[in-house]
Each structure stands twice: as structure tokens, then as C-alpha cells.
């Protein structure tokens, strides 16, 4: 019996060793980033569509890493670093192992047939995405009429906010993100990386670390990759604005101190605003609904969270439990040239201080998210929100007018209110029936509206994200102002 067993024993050994090589060959090529002939075919194809990709994102993943492994500036910075407690060798393998971690692999085939399927289909299934094809279009055409880099420049109030600012444009370009910690986990890590995003190890204090990503953004930023990011750095746990950060804006600036880089860095405002954040309860308990800085978490945990918030209420909606959560909007504003910019400082930013070239920089980020503050559009769901919790238990006659009274003082500032011509009282009744679906609110037999108790951080989470508004109050990079 055992003589008639062995050789199907040693068949299944091969065809596992088979299996095994097979699957490491894939998983190298796929690594390296290699464009493949049926890539080459779909390139083209979305060439007939206008739709554009970044030629340095299809190059192969070890030829960039190895522009990063022998870049000079790295190892001019590692030879500082050397010393008696931390050897160059050390060092070298230190940066290799940030070059690996950074570098990602673009794959088209990810981006615009698994990653923009799976988007249209969470999209269409979670929110009614609101934008203005002709703004697309109009910012497309500012930033092919001659050789540019362009930084798309948003908020952050949701996790959503990367698939949102990716399937508005995706028929045009193909974003390259800069995405945090969190995302750093299997299967989000090879699915980000494969969409051509970049990770970002946020707090984290080795400078060696940081001159290695400020090599690859630049890198980047010199071969026109079009990139994404969120100076807040973080998602806002109560609605309002998070004071901005500059490092990563910094180091794409820092490009421009190569004089041969002769491209027009562009930098494009873009403000996003929901009806419905899906981690609003995460968020405002995060924050102990108080301002300060979130406690923090492992980067498994934050990935959970996501991922069970998206798809946990995906599946609600399937099975009849959950409803649309109404508006997503997306504005665009006039793109930024930072060479207008630097040329009206009347100083050139490169030949100062670190210290006062960060102060200059601080401006221009307080400009790009003074620009986004002022597109941020306010949706009816924001507008009833602040109407509940700034007034006592009311009628729904009473919330109408309240809701007609704050919208006519944003239309007088120029503020835009989304879908302000279908009337209050379709905002009003759209809002109350998802409110009191998520029990935020209730109503006694007279029809008396109430906020439930507990639930009035997460409405004023919502009214906040329009309160800058009417206080002015922005906050300002931290640190000190030498400009």
C-alpha cells in the first residue's frame, strides 16, 4: 500500500514546490513593480480615454530604490550620523529598510480596475457624491497647459476622504496619497502601495528616517507625479479645522531648491464635507469631547476600526439596516503656483535659515487652508445640526425657520449651502428622519424635537465643520514665526 501511496505523495511535494515558486515569482514581479504586456495594453487604452499617468509611477520599484540607496544627500547625512554607539553600517541598513518601507509600486491595473470598481461601488452605496465635473476639468486643463507638478491640498474629517478625492479624478490622473501609520497593515499596505501611495511615520523622531522621505517626495515631485495630502496631519475630533503641519509640504517645496527643476510646482485647495462621517462616534469619543490631541493607538487597532466602520456599514445597508448617509461634497478651488509665490516674497526662501524658510512656508500653508476653509460647502445635514444644538427643544416648524434664518447669513457671507433649492423643509425632513434613525434625536407626541442626551457631541461635531464661518478663527501652524 505504501509503495502506491509514495509517488502521490511525492507529486503533491512537487506541485506544492511549483505552486510555492510560482507564487514568489509573482509576488516579485509584483514588488518590483514591472509593467507587464497586458499593463502596457491597458495604458494605451486609458490613453484613448484621456486619462493620464504619471510616467515615473510605472517605473520599477527597484530601479527607484535604488536612486533613493545611493542618493547623496542619504549618505552625506549618514556619514554625519556615524559615530561610536551607531556604526555607518547600521545606518546603511537603516536606510534601506526606510527605502523599502516608503517606495511603493504603482499598478494600473489596481488603481483603475480593482480600486475604482470597489470605490463606485462603496460610493454609490454609502453617499450621493456631490462635485462640479467642469471644476475637474477646468483644474485639468490649468495643469496641462504647460509642464507642471501638481499637490492636490485637502482637509481630513474622514478616512472615506482618500477614496472620494480618488474617484472624482480618476478620470483624469491617478493621485499618489500620503497616507499614515495606520494604513501599514496587512492587506491595506500592499493595496495603498499598489494605488502608487507613500506612508508617513508620523511622530516618529529619526532624522535619518526623515531625510530619506524628503529625498523620495522630492524625487517624486521633480518626476510630476501628481500627489494628495492633508496638512492637518490627522482627522478632526470635533468638526473643526486641526491646526496644520508643514514638514511634508516642506519637503516637496524643497524641490524647488534644485535650480534645474524648472517644472511650475501647483498646489490645488480642495475642501471635502459629509453628511455622514463614518467615525463620528469614534472620533468625538476619541477626544474625550474635549479639544486635544488624541490618545494614542496601535496601528492594528486604527485599521480595524476602519475597516470594520466601512464595510460594517456596507453590510448594514445590504441587509436593509442602514440608510444612505446623504451628501459627500467636493470643491475645487484656483490652483496656488508656488514659483508666483516665491517670486512675490521678494526673498529667496532657499538661501535663509531653516527656521526662516519654515516661517515663509507657514504662510503659504495658512493661505492653502484659508483657501479650503473658504470652498468648504455646507451640507443640510451641517446646516439642520447647528440648528438643533444651538437652540431648545423645538417644533419642526420652528427648526425650519431656524435652518431658513441660517442659511440666508451664509448665502450673505457667500457661503455655499448644498442643495439650498430644494427648500428647508426637504433639508429639514432629511435630516430629523436620519437623526432619529441613528437616535440622535426624538420627538414627543406634540412633535416637540429633542436632542437625546449624550448625542449633542456629535451633532455639534457637524455644526463645526462650518463654524470658521462665522468666528474667523483658523488655527495657525505651531511653532515659532521668524518670517
Known sequence: MLDLAWPYALYAVLGLLVVALLLRAVRRRLDEGEVRALERRFERTLARFKVEIDRFKLARKRAVRD?????????????????????????????????????????????YTVGQR????????????????????????????????????????????????????????ALSFAVGEWARVWPLEYVFKSFGSYFLRRGFRDP?????????????????VTQALFPEGGLSRDGRFRAPKIGLLD????????????????????????????????????????????????????????????FGNVAKLRRGQLRRHGIAAVRFGEPISFDAWHTGRGVDIFNLSKEERRGHIAELTET???RIAA???????????????????????????????????????????????????????????R?????????????ILTVVAGSEPILRYYANSFAHFEDGVLPRVEGPRTS
Open 208 to 224: 535619518l528616517y526623515h531625510t530619506v522621505l524628503r529625498r523620495y517626495v522630492q524625487l517624486i515631485t521633480k518626476n510630476a
Open 375 to 433: 470652498l468648504m460647502p455646507v451640507t443640510p445635514l451641517c446646516l439642520v445640526a447647528k440648528a438643533l444644538v444651538e437652540g431648545p427643544p423645538m417644533s419642526r416648524l420652528a427648526l425650519q425657520e431656524r435652518v431658513d434664518v441660517l442659511a440666508a447669513g451664509l448665502r450673505e457671507r457667500g457661503v455655499e449651502v448644498v442643495d439650498l433649492e430644494r427648500g428647508t423643509v426637504w433639508m429639514v425632513d432629511g435630516a430629523i428622519e
Open 368 to 370: 492653502l487652508m484659508a
Open 118 to 173: 470597489l470605490a463606485r461601488w462603496l460610493l454609490s452605496a454609502l453617499y450621493r457624491v456631490d462635485f462640479r465635473p467642469e471644476d475637474v476639468a477646468r483644474i485639468k486643463q490649468q495643469t496641462s497647459a504647460k509642464p507642471t507638478s501638481v499637490v492636490y491640498v485637502m482637509n481630513h474629517r474622514s478616512n472615506a476622504d482618500y477614496v472620494i478625492a480618488a474617484y472624482v479624478l480618476a478620470d483624469r490622473i
Open 251 to 310: 519637503n516637496i517645496i524643497g524641490s524647488k531648491a534644485d535650480r534645474t527643476f524648472e517644472r511650475e510646482l501647483l498646489f490645488v485647495p480642495v475642501a471635502i464635507n459629509y453628511d455622514r462621517v463614518l467615525e463620528d462616534r469614534a472620533l468625538t469619543n476619541e477626544l474625550g469631547l474635549e479639544s486635544g490631541p488624541a490618545p494614542k493607538r496601535r496601528k492594528t487597532d486604527m485599521a480595524r476600526q476602519v475597516v470594520d466602520i466601512f
Open 67 to 111: 536612486l533613493l540607496n545611493y542618493d547623496h544627500a542619504i549618505w552625506t547625512h549618514v556619514e554625519q550620523l556615524a559615530d561610536s554607539t551607531r556604526h555607518a553600517e547600521k545606518l546603511r541598513v537603516d536606510v534601506h529598510r526606510y527605502v523599502h518601507e516608503i517606495v511603493p509600486f504603482f499598478t494600473p491595473l489596481s488603481y
Open 435 to 447: 437623526f432619529r434613525f441613528r437616535r440622535l434625536v426624538t420627538a414627543d407626541d406634540e412633535g
